[in-house]
């Protein structure tokens, strides 16, 4: 059964976007919703809801692939990668995105050294972040990363992830399954506890809206 989009739109823009949704989020919404209709419409509705929250913070709430921000300092470099510069360092470092890149994912997920710029060219991209080569090799962008800004390449790559375990191993049937729903221990299908609580009450927003939407189609 198609999920009411006129109610979907209305609930989350009233418990998520003080009551109104901008056009490039609600065109984000629909796709995800369109790709979820298309391929997993008997899946279960909590998945759609965490898939949708995952996004909604991954993305700053634009609901639009976006790339990865490094535009660190020097103070913010020394507190986000401590082991990874030292002092003198961060301030060369210090607004110069690619350099970043390429020493805070050199020689991890599945990226070369420093000095072979993986770390630039498989920085984090999409709707939610993929970042290194071994996880674009996963989604067949290793040759062309910059597809994971294309909405349907993101889309997919974000549910698809999301169902199969592509991140870090864990998976939506984890954490919903049955009579089973852990809306927080469910963050470490994408990385760890972060923000943990705050993606959870997203999610249950979202899972009110298709719900209850649904409800009422019937």
Do not use: C
């Amino acid at each position: 059964m198609p999920i009411n989009r006129s109610f979907f739109g209305e609930h989350v823009a009233d418990t998520l976007y003080s009551g109104h949704m901008p056009s490039a989020p609600l065109e984000g919404h629909h796709a995800v919703l369109d790709y979820w209709e298309a391929n997993h419409s008997d899946k279960d509705d909590r998945w759609l809801a965490y898939i949708l929250a995952t996004a909604y913070h991954e993305t700053g709430h634009a609901l639009q692939p976006v790339e990865e921000n490094l535009h660190y300092g020097a103070e913010r470099l020394l507190a986000v990668f401590p082991r990874r510069f030292t002092p003198h360092e961060a301030r060369s470092f210090a607004g110069r995105p690619e350099m970043i890149a390429n020493r805070v994912y050199a020689s991890r997920l599945g990226n070369g050294d420093e000095a072979g710029g993986d770390g630039w060219r498989f920085r984090g991209r999409g709707l939610v972040q993929i970042t290194g080569r071994s996880n674009y090799e996963k989604f067949g962008l290793a040759k062309e990363p910059n597809d994971a800004l294309d909405r349907a390449t993101a889309v997919r790559i974000l549910v698809e992830g999301m169902i199969d375990g592509a991140y870090t191993g864990r998976r939506l049937d984890d954490y919903f399954d049955g009579d089973e729903a852990d809306w927080v221990n469910a963050r470490k299908i994408i990385n760890a506890l972060d923000r943990a609580r705050d993606i959870a009450g997203y999610a249950r927003r979202y899972y009110a809206a298709i719900s209850y939407t649904r409800a009422e189609a019937a």
